[in-house]
């Protein structure tokens, strides 16, 4: 199987990042570098997760790094407004399932390409979100807030952490263990056919926008409890990470070929990398450009890896 063989290279890729992390940094291995590893990333990672769904029913959602960033401008201009937190962060998480209705009216009731929905969408947000916070940054959040980003939830482990887990294994049988699951991968094989089979593509598509977008609002609120802060440029970029981790993941860029196992591996994969890049002092240009690569390897890799495989 295709996916399988690829998983398995995912696999042995990770454990030779983990050798030579462990080599080249000693310190890579310590409880609070692991930790920090994922937490750096969180809302990335928890984004990767079900951007992951998205591609695989063919469809992209490029918004996301701005809807994540006008959450968390939401929260913080209603703080700073002297709304009260537990207030602040239930708007700032509405603005994800509104988003995501936006997106999924002009791209499954309006036919609109979601490539072009969501660039536009992605420049809107950004500018509600700057036009919210100016270019100031608001901050001074409650305590209760910034320690539940920053500290640990569960012993040592942080909240976003523990969510982190639970959505992988939450949207891991979801997508292989459910009908909607197979639903999402069938469209994304082929729409028309789906549709004539009396599949509700415009149902499927709406409730993965919503999803996606909604994931992002979560994640714009814990960034705003990691940083302690936000701005209008919060999250800028975060899209291009999230679509590599899944594409590198093995998931077919045109849909219906895909798996959530591939994506873990995938992520485990970058996070290490970033984090050994950065232990042993390469700059931040260079890990962007090894992000880039890792883009273009995440496209051409798993046909590459068929053809050799086939001989």
């Not at 990333?41 to 029913?57: D, F, G, P, Q, W």
């Not at 149902?203 to 701005?231: C, D, E, I």
């Not at 996070?271 to 890049?277: I, S, T, V």
């Given at each position: 199987m ?38 750096l ?17 063919a ?40 988003a ?61 952490l ?19 699951g ?15 089979s ?34 209008g ?34 992520i ?15 700059t ?28």
């Open positions: 295709r996916l399988k063989s690829w998983e398995g290279m995912l696999a042995l890729l990770f454990l030779a990042t983990l050798a030579a992390n462990a080599v080249l940094a000693p310190e890579f291995l310590t409880l609070q570098n692991q930790i920090n590893l994922f937490q990333s969180i809302e990335k990672i928890i984004l990767a997760l079900v951007m992951t769904l998205v591609i695989l029913n469809e992209i959602d490029l918004s996301v790094s701005s809807v994540l960033g006008l959450s968390a401008c939401v929260f913080g201009y209603l703080v700073h407004e002297g709304v009260a937190a537990p207030w602040a962060v239930v708007a700032a998480l509405m603005v994800g399932p509104v995501g209705l936006i997106n999924a009216v002009l791209i499954a009731r309006m036919g609109i390409p979601s490539l072009v929905v969501t660039l536009a969408m992605l420049i809107m947000f950004r500018g509600v979100a700057r036009i919210l916070v100016k270019d100031q940054s608001m901050g001074d959040f409650p305590l209760w807030f910034t320690t539940l980003g920053q500290k640990g939830f569960l012993g040592p482990i942080p909240l976003s523990w969510l982190f887990l639970g959505f992988s294994v939450g949207l891991g049988v979801l997508l292989h263990r459910t009908g909607f197979r639903q999402v991968v069938v469209i994304g094989t082929n729409a028309e056919v789906a549709r004539f009396g599949l509700d593509v415009a149902r499927v598509k709406t409730t993965l926008f919503v999803m996606v977008s909604s994931m992002a609002a979560l994640a714009g609120v814990l960034y705003a409890a990691r940083l302690g802060s936000v701005r440029d919060a999250g800028v970029g975060f899209e291009l990470d999230v679509i590599t981790m899944v594409l590198l993941g093995g998931v077919s860029i045109f849909g219906g070929k895909g798996s959530m196992a591939g994506v873990i591996l995938s485990l994969i970058i996070l290490n990398l970033r984090n050994g890049m950065a232990l042993t002092n390469i931040g240009h260079i890990q962007t450009g090894v992000i880039g690569v890792l883009l273009i390897l995440s496209v051409l890799g798993p046909n590459l890896w068929e053809r050799v495989r086939r001989g």
